[in-house]
């Protein structure tokens, strides 16, 4: 506040940086006071709605010094829990955080074109660059047991049919984050190349199918791991036609589906 005096009267006058100085403190207040008031008159949360999962309940009073410790942690997850707007902040830090590249996640990748890929579990990340390989004595072995079961089966007037299933990254090499450099050949392209070399075990390889389709249509959910209907019922028809080639089988045709997008 500044003083001055005109003639015998004395003026007192906010400049406009005070004024701003004020307004913005306002501002700040109803920034950080804003959670605490909603936490207070908001009803009390029955579900943590992004995480799917019941919210923390408040503690009971400890009744002896061991179980303060653990009062104090439950009332913090209490807090964190029903923190007000919680969900809306989470879900902002998260939109924000995808729009920069980063998935908020260790597990999962960004790639181009904004889609999301699994990065840590079943290391698909190192098997789609040739980083990891099938041991020669691994390999072998999966091949005899699979030998095995296909005899046990046709003993029994039954045939076993092994098919192997691509992940996304797979389908969509394209999309992957552009870090995921090829070093070497994928591990399925051995077991393709050690199932080419025995005719016991009849097997599919959805690859090439899965693949040609991709290039006419979205088989793939972007934001998820899976296929989605339309990739489900060609894998489905591809097995079915199979299964065909040795037993009478009847497949479901696709004029007969209705695919909802949801």
């Known amino acids: 506040i500044r003083s001055s005096t005109i003639g015998s009267k004395p003026v007192n006058r906010f400049s406009r940086t005070s004024k701003f100085d004020a307004l913005y403190a306002v501002l700040f207040l109803c920034f950080i006071g804003s959670p605490a008031v909603l936490q207070i008159l908001l009803p009390a949360r029955t579900q943590v ?26 009332v913090e997850a209490y807090l964190n829990d029903h923190f007000g707007a919680r969900d809306l902040l989470i879900y902002f830090n998260s939109r924000i955080r995808y729009a920069l590249g980063d998935s908020g996640s260790s597990a999962v990748a960004v790639g ?8 840590k579990d079943s290391q698909i990340r190192q098997k789609f660059r040739g980083e990891v390989h099938f041991q020669p004595d691994t390999l072998s ?88 209907d339309k990739g489900c019922y060609l894998a489905y028809r591809a097995i079915m036609e199979a299964l065909a080639q040795s037993h009478h089988v009847h497949t479901v045709l696709e004029d007969q589906i209705r695919f909802d997008r949801i």
């Open 112 to 119: 181009r074109s904004g889609w999301l890929f699994l990065a």
């Open 49 to 74: 709605m992004i995480e799917y999962r019941e919210p923390a309940t408040f503690p009971l009073m400890p009744t002896t010094y061991p179980e303060l410790k653990r009062w104090t942690q439950r």
């Open 141 to 228: 072995r999966f091949i005899e047991e699979m030998q095995r079961r296909a005899s046990w089966l046709r003993s029994r007037n039954s045939e076993l049919l092994l098919v192997i299933i691509p992940n996304k990254s797979t389908i969509y090499p394209t999309h992957v984050p552009k870090s995921w450099t090829r070093l070497g050949p994928h591990p399925t392209d051995q077991l393709v190349a050690a199932l080419s070399d025995q005719d016991s075990v009849h097997w599919l390889d959805l690859r090439p199918l899965l693949r040609a389709a991709a290039g006419q249509e979205q088989i793939y959910d972007k934001f998820d791991s899976h296929w989605n």
